[in-house]
């Protein structure tokens, strides 16, 4: 097996001008076989309070269901950078709450460093974290947690000045600490200037080709989530279609009869009728 990936690393790759691959994960299958692919960096992305347990966005999701999926993740997967995703309002009231959690999610989760949303104001929170010796990625542009509350699901970046705040974002983000920053749904214009003043690696979803690596919610590119297809996405399977259709065939077996056939079953090695009769008597 090759060695764990660690945070140098994923810093090195910025600086050698090799891409950053990363998706998300929320279970030990899918951490395995990432792992296998090669994928350089696991996101336990609070996205799985949507895919995984049908929450209508990521704001109820809670520490306690974020470790779970860590555990799982990290059993599954030995080699990628595994950064937890610290869900709505486990750091955002005070740098204590934000260390007492990450804490946690490193600890009981087993991650290798979390993730926060937010700039300017969560300055403090990567400081903080930093001080406590927890690997900080920030994110920036949209930051899906608090976007519904505000504005809703709109792309970062279109005017100089929204621009100009996003970068000045990266560099608070950068100057306390952080080891990386997500780009979400910025403009590819404004990602590539991010990309080139930072020397921390920019992550992109949904914010060009110019980022130092790319991530995704794993079940979009795999298909499995149909309430919504963000534009920047490209599928790569529709497994919810096969898997459906496995269901269906597997459900039309059971009614005929076809299933389980002659090779799905066990017997005896003697089987004597009248000694099997004998014995349902007593």
Known sequence: MKAKINVSEIQRMKKEGRKITCVTSYDYITAALAEKAGIELILVGDSAGMVVLGYENTIPVTVDEMILFSRAVTRGNKR?????????????????????????????????????????????????????????????????????????????????????????????????????????????????????????PTIGIGSGPFCNGQIVVLHDILGLYD????????????????????????????????????????????FKTRQIRRISRR
């Open 80 to 200: 990628s950078l595994i950064v937890g995703d610290m869900p709505f309002m486990s750091y955002q009231a005070s740098d204590e709450d934000a260390v007492r959690n990450a804490g946690r999610f490193v600890k009981d989760g087993g991650v290798d460093a979390v993730k926060i949303e937010g700039g300017l104001r969560m300055k403090s929170r990567v400081e903080a974290l930093t001080r406590a010796e927890i690997p900080v990625m920030g994110h920036v542009g949209l930051t899906p947690q608090t976007s519904p509350l505000w504005n809703g699901y709109r792309v970062q970046g279109r005017t100089e000045n929204d621009a100009e705040g996003i970068i000045r974002d990266a560099k608070v983000l950068e100057e306390a600490g952080a080891f990386s920053v997500v780009l979400e749904m910025v403009t590819s214009e404004a990602a590539k200037l991010i990309t080139e003043q930072l020397s921390i």
């Open 227 to 270: 309430k919504f297809s963000p534009k920047f996405i490209k599928k790569y399977a529709n497994l919810a279609e096969e898997i459906q259709k496995a269901i269906e065939a597997y459900r039309d077996d059971v009614l005929k009869g076809k299933f389980p056939g002659e090779e799905h079953t066990f017997h005896m090695k003697e």
